[in-house]
């Protein structure tokens, strides 16, 4: 049952994702990374990094969120328009890169895993105290039970988010919108630590995922306040029209 929900909060983490790239609407882009930040911090449960849940659902479906929402109201943006001629390299490259996201997928489940021994035991490493402790102390080493779906497969997962993110950094054109799809990519990078720290009876990787979040929160800051900088000397979000430091 619980590998059931995960797959299933995979499925719709995957596809808010990819909608949050195709949508040339800033606002349903934003909801839609809304839905796929709640998706994800249902995998932290899943994952028994409940600390981590909580922030996710705080700091990313929250106040980042806010964030992002206060800026493209205040700014008005319409939808995005694509340049011509970039059309075609567009549309190459993402094919590329979807079928190179496949292949590895693909090496990924056909592959040997026998490298990879997980120990048994009670996992106990996903609450405030342990993380707390290992944060601000020492690294905890503690014995946990098996995770509900195979490690090879949240790192497929990962990737999946990280390459749509990745797309998004290329291929679109609104800042705003390049600016979510690097919040994809740093939500894959979590997740892969998250879905490591679980496996190998480890809560590093969860104090890496608590760095990043509070980065996260103060990137986004000073980077949608940059854009709002631009958009009031240019006019403009579209990367292709800004280029205020030419010469």
């Given at each position: 049952?619980?590998?059931?929900?995960?797959?299933?909060?995979?499925?719709?983490?995957?596809?808010?994702?990819?909608?949050?790239?195709?949508?040339?609407?800033?606002?349903?882009?934003?909801?839609?990374?809304?839905?796929?930040?709640?998706?994800?911090?249902?995998?932290?449960?899943?994952?028994?990094?409940?600390?981590?849940?909580?922030?996710?659902?705080?700091?990313?479906?929250?106040?980042?969120?806010?964030l992002f929402l206060?800026?493209?109201?205040?700014?008005?943006?319409?939808?995005?328009?694509?340049?011509?001629?970039?059309?075609?390299?567009?549309?190459?490259?993402?094919?590329?890169?979807?079928?190179?996201?496949?292949?590895?997928?693909?090496?990924?489940?056909?592959?040997?895993?026998?490298?990879?021994?997980?120990?048994?035991?009670?996992?106990?490493?996903?609450?405030?105290?342990?993380?707390?402790?290992?944060?601000?102390?020492?690294?905890?080493?503690?014995?946990?039970d098996l995770m509900?779906?195979?490690?090879?497969?949240?790192?497929?997962?990962?990737?999946?988010?990280?390459?749509?993110?990745?797309?998004?950094?290329?291929?679109?054109?609104?800042?705003?919108?390049?600016?979510?799809?690097?919040?994809?990519?740093?939500?894959?990078?979590?997740?892969?630590?998250?879905?490591?720290?679980?496996?190998?009876?480890?809560?590093?990787?969860?104090?890496?995922?608590?760095?990043?979040?509070?980065?996260?929160?103060?990137?986004?800051?000073?980077?949608?306040?940059?854009?709002?900088?631009?958009?009031?000397?240019?006019?403009?979000?579209?990367?292709?029209?800004?280029?205020?430091?030419?010469?």
């Amino acid at each position: 049952m619980l590998s059931f929900l995960f797959y299933f909060a995979a499925v719709i983490a995957v596809g808010t994702a990819i909608f949050v790239v195709l949508s040339k609407n800033a606002v349903y882009s934003a909801l839609l990374l809304v839905a796929c930040f709640f998706s994800l911090a249902f995998i932290y449960l899943l994952l028994e990094a409940y600390f981590l849940a909580v922030l996710e659902i705080f700091i990313y479906a929250g106040a980042i969120m806010v964030l992002f929402l206060f800026v493209i109201m205040l700014l008005n943006l319409g939808r995005e328009k694509a340049l011509e001629h970039f059309m075609y390299l567009q549309r190459g490259l993402s094919m590329l890169l979807i079928i190179v996201f496949f292949v590895g997928v693909s090496l990924l489940f056909l592959g040997e895993s026998d490298v990879l021994h997980q120990p048994a035991g009670e996992f106990s490493a996903g609450g405030v105290y342990s993380l707390g402790e290992a944060l601000f102390t020492k690294y905890l080493g503690q014995e946990k039970d098996l995770m509900i779906v195979p490690l090879e497969h949240v790192i497929a997962l990962s990737l999946a988010i990280f390459s749509t993110g990745v797309v998004g950094v290329l291929f679109r054109r609104n800042a705003i919108t390049i600016f979510m799809s690097i919040e994809l990519m740093l939500n894959a990078v979590n997740l892969a630590l998250v879905g490591f720290s679980r496996y190998y009876n480890s809560v590093d990787g969860q104090v890496f995922v608590f760095l990043v979040m509070a980065l996260a929160a103060a990137e986004v800051a000073v980077g949608l306040a940059i854009i709002i900088a631009v958009y009031r000397n240019r006019q403009t979000v579209n990367i292709d029209e800004i280029n205020l430091m030419k010469n």
